[in-house]
C-alpha cells in the first residue's frame, strides 16, 4: 500500500523532544539515524514524515523525537513491513508517550542511540572516582562547557552543592537532576543563570541513574550510570551500576543534546538557546588519546586514595 500518510497536528502540544534546545540538523538526523539526507527530504516529500521544524534561517530542525520515530520506521522496515504502512505505525503511538517526563531515561536514550557503546559493571565507589576524575580532567581544560548531573537523591546532590556551584560558576550552562524532596513543586526547574536543578518527580526512570557530562570545546568526556535493582540490603560504597563512559566528542554531544531534551520535557520553560553555548563540529573528530590517559590515571589515584 503507498498511500501517502498525513496526520492532524493542529490540536496536538508540542512535542517538548522536537522543541527541546539544541535541535539536529538534517545532516545529524542522518548520521543518527543512518538514513541518508535524500531519503530524509524523500520521506517528508511523499509522507510528510519526519516533519521538521524550521530555523529562523529556514534550515530543517529536528529533536531526538525524531530519531526515535525514524529509528522505528526502520525497524518495521526490516521486520518486512511496506514504508507506509511502518510510517502510520509509528505515528499512530504520540512521540510525547515515548519521550515524556514519566518514562524517559538518559541511560536507555543513550545506550539506543550508541549500541556500540560498552557497558561496564562498576560499584559506587568506582564510579566515584570515574566521576571525580572527569570532573577534574574537564576543569583543568580551563573551558567553558555544558555540564550535566544526575545524582538520584536530594541528599546527594547536597552533599556535592558546594563543589557543584564551584563547577557551574566557570560553565556555559550546568544542569542537575536529583529526586524532588517530600511536597516539592516540580512543576518548574529552580534556575539561576549558569545553573538549573531538576527536580525528578516519583516514577522517574533517572531516579536511578548516576550521570556527569562535561561537553566542551576540549577533553569532552561523559559518564552515564543505572543502578540495578534489589540493592536495599548492599552497602552503600558497593552499590552496582550499569555503565557507559565515552571521551568520543560525537558521543559526548548526543548525551547533552539528549539531556537537555530531558530537561526540556520537566520544565517547558528550560531554554538553553539564549545562553551562550560552545559548538563545534564532532564528524570525524576521535578521542584524544592524553585524555584518555590522564582520565585513566586521575581515576586509579581516586580509587588508591579511597582504599
Not at 107 to 116: G, I, M, N, T, V
Request: aromatic share 8%.
Amino acid at each position: 500500500m503507498n498511500a501517502t500518510v498525513t496526520r492532524d497536528t493542529t490540536s496536538e502540544a508540542p512535542d517538548p523532544a522536537v522543541q527541546a534546545p539544541g535541535s539536529l540538523s538534517i545532516g545529524e538526523m542522518s548520521r543518527y539515524t543512518g538514513l541518508s539526507v535524500s531519503d530524509l527530504r524523500n520521506w517528508e516529500a511523499r509522507y510528510g514524515f519526519p516533519k521538521p521544524r524550521r530555523s529562523k534561517g529556514g534550515r530543517r530542525t529536528y529533536g531526538f523525537g525524531d530519531v526515535e520515530a525514524v529509528t522505528t520506521v526502520m525497524e518495521y522496515r526490516n521486520a518486512g513491513m511496506s514504508l507506509s504502512a511502518a510510517i502510520r505505525r509509528t505515528l499512530e503511538t504520540p512521540a510525547g508517550k515515548q519521550l515524556g517526563p514519566g518514562n524517559l531515561s538518559l541511560f536507555a536514550a543513550l545506550r539506543k542511540s550508541r549500541p556500540d557503546i560498552a557497558v561496564h559493571v562498576l560499584d559506587k565507589r568506582t564510579l566515584l572516582a570515574l566521576t571525580r576524575a572527569v570532573e577534574d580532567c574537564c576543569f583543568a581544560a580551563a573551558q567553558r562547557p555544558i555540564l550535566i548531573g544526575a545524582f538520584q537523591d536530594t541528599r546527594f546532590f547536597r552533599k556535592a552543592e558546594a563543589r557543584w556551584a564551584d563547577m557551574a560558576s566557570s560553565s556555559a550552562l550546568a544542569v542537575a537532576f536529583s529526586a524532588a524532596p517530600p511536597g516539592a513543586d516540580t512543576s518548574q526547574a529552580r534556575s539561576s543563570p549558569v545553573r538549573y536543578e531538576i527536580d525528578l518527580p516519583d516514577g522517574s526512570p533517572m531516579r536511578r541513574e548516576w550521570a556527569l557530562v562535561c561537553d566542551g570545546v576540549e577533553l569532552p568526556t561523559c559518564v552515564v550510570a543505572w543502578e540495578r535493582p534489589g540493592q536495599e540490603r548492599r552497602a552503600d560504597p558497593s552499590r552496582v551500576f550499569e555503565a557507559v563512559w565515552s571521551v568520543d566528542p560525537a558521543v559526548v554531544r548526543i548525551a547533552s543534546r539528549l539531556a537537555l531534551s530531558i530537561a526540556s520535557s520537566y520544565d517547558p520553560h528550560f531554554d538553553s538557546t539564549a545562553l551562550d553555548l560552545p559548538d563545534r563540529a564532532v564528524v570525524g573528530t576521535q578521542p584524544d588519546a592524553k585524555h584518555l590517559e590522564a582520565l585513566l590515571g586521575r581515576t586509579l589515584q581516586y580509587l588508591s586514595n579511597a582504599a
